[in-house]
């Protein structure tokens, strides 16, 4: 599965159901959709927040399923991050204005088996996430 939306708050859940509704076929228990979900909600929310930082742009995800394991890209050409480390960091934020919590990559973790962030400055960013889906 392939999608592209605008970087824009409102368009989180939109993508949340779009994937919950992609694994759906797997009949993953509601754990693991919620899991999935919630991983797929901070990513987003990630770039719309630090990535664009109110300027417009697009948003891809991108979703693949090899036998029980769910693959899930979600890609934006925003800012990027310089420390990617650093911004792994549970509560660590560049937004503490905005009262954002810093939690969004230890959730993206915990709640995914697997998980890679590549990001260049200037060029944006790509979270690409696991989940084996118990049988």
């Known amino acids: 599965m392939k999608m592209e939306f605008l970087a824009i708050s409102a368009n989180e859940g939109f993508a949340r159901v779009a994937v919950g509704a992609f694994v759906a076929g797997l009949n993953p228990t509601v754990d693991e959709l919620a899991d999935i979900k919630t991983a797929v909600s901070e990513a987003v929310t990630n770039a719309v927040i630090h990535g664009y930082e109110k ?62 962030v590549d990001s260049v400055l200037g060029q944006g960013t790509k979270i690409t996430m696991r989940k084996v889906i118990e049988e």
């Open 55 to 116: 300027r417009e742009g697009k948003i891809w995800i991108v979703c693949s399923i090899s036998e029980r394991e769910v693959e899930i890209c979600v890609v934006d050409t925003g800012h990027g991050i310089a420390d990617v480390e650093k911004a792994r960091e549970p509560l660590f934020t560049t937004k503490p204005e905005l009262e954002r919590s810093g939690m969004g990559f230890a959730f993206m973790e915990a709640f995914m088996d697997e998980l890679w």
